[in-house]
């Protein structure tokens, strides 16, 4: 996807390179957001079932 993004901003502007651009950097922080999340989900489990 950089590679297309890349291509279609030296080609001209149009409205999707801005729109991907910002959906992926969203989706990415959706991840790291849901990974961690996660890992305090799990990490708070395994101290409820220590003690």
Do not use: D, E, F
Not at 8 to 17: L, Q
Not at 29 to 46: D, F, S, T, Y
Request: proline share 6%.
């Amino acid at each position: 996807m950089p590679k297309w993004l890349y291509n279609k901003m030296i080609a001209g502007y149009t409205p999707m390179v801005p729109t991907l651009g910002t959906m992926s950097t969203i989706g990415a922080a959706c991840a790291l957001l849901g990974g961690g999340l996660a890992i305090r989900v799990i990490q708070k489990r395994h101290a409820g079932a220590q003690g």
